[in-house]
T-cell receptor, first 107, second 115 residues
Framework: GENVEQHPSTLSVQEGDSAVIKCTYSDSASNYFPWYKQELGKGPQLIIDIRSNVGEKKDQRIAVTLNKTAKHFSLHITETQPEDSAVYFCGSEKLVFGKGTKLTVNP | EAGVAQSPRYKIIEKRQSVAFWCNPISGHATLYWYQQILGQGPKLLIQFQNNGVVDDSQLPKDRFSAERLKGVDSTLKIQPAKLEDSAVYLC?????????????FGQGTRLTVV
């Protein structure tokens, strides 16, 4: 079946630093790549997504880059804040998710 | 706009008992998903409905799990009999359409503990 690999599994940064989370996928037919944020006790919430006709998409402090040839995409968070602390999941077009990255932003 | 509603929020049962979870998707959303999220892992897709038809149930353990979406709106997921390894959060999500990928909205989930 389809596989989505995500790393790192945990990431700790200082407030104001940048954070990068990377994912690779196996389904070369996939054309849609969402990123979800899950806070404790809540369901995942979409924060940004990208379609294969663009290589990068930005929304304020978050951005996603896509390399279809290499089948990987990354989430970039700049100027991190304590409220960015959560678990982040990447997904594929069929909403197969990676195992998640627990991001901790230290004040 | 009301979100995806799930109930109950928590459930504790003994192994070999049965349990059912309920999901009410966002009004007008044709696609409904059930996920299993084991602690510390990503959500694992169990079943996807498009209206009241099953699109993908390849990872649903059909010997013990069943799901239905009568009338293409509400859905129930049942486990019978439950095993210890079924302890997880069961998430329901819905989206406008499963074909042209659009945002999936998740409920808060049902936390199941099997003892």
């Amino acid at each position: 079946g389809e596989n989505v690999e995500q790393h790192p599994s945990t990431l700790s940064v200082q407030e104001g630093d940048s954070a990068v989370i990377k994912c690779t996928y196996s389904d070369s037919a996939s054309n849609y790549f969402p990123w979800y944020k899950q806070e404790l006790g809540k369901g995942p919430q979409l924060i940004i997504d990208i379609r294969s006709n663009v290589g990068e998409k930005k929304d304020q402090r978050i951005a996603v880059t896509l390399n279809k040839t290499a089948k990987h995409f990354s989430l970039h968070i700049t100027e991190t804040q304590p409220e960015d602390s959560a678990v982040y999941f990447c997904g594929s077009e069929k909403l197969v998710f990676g195992k998640g990255t627990k991001l901790t932003v230290n004040p | 706009e009301a979100g995806v509603a799930q109930s109950p929020r928590y459930k504790i049962i003994e192994k070999r008992q049965s349990v059912a979870f309920w999901c009410n998707p966002i009004s007008g959303h044709a696609t409904l998903y059930w996920y299993q999220q084991i602690l510390g892992q990503g959500p694992k897709l169990l079943i996807q409905f498009q209206n009241n038809g099953v699109v993908d149930d390849s990872q649903l353990p059909k010997d013990r799990f069943s799901a239905e979406r009568l009338k293409g709106v509400d859905s129930t997921l049942k486990i019978q009999p439950a095993k210890l390894e079924d302890s997880a959060v069961y998430l329901c999500a819905s989206s406008l359409s499963g074909r042209a990928r659009t945002e999936a909205f998740f409920g808060q989930g049902t936390r199941l503990t099997v003892v």
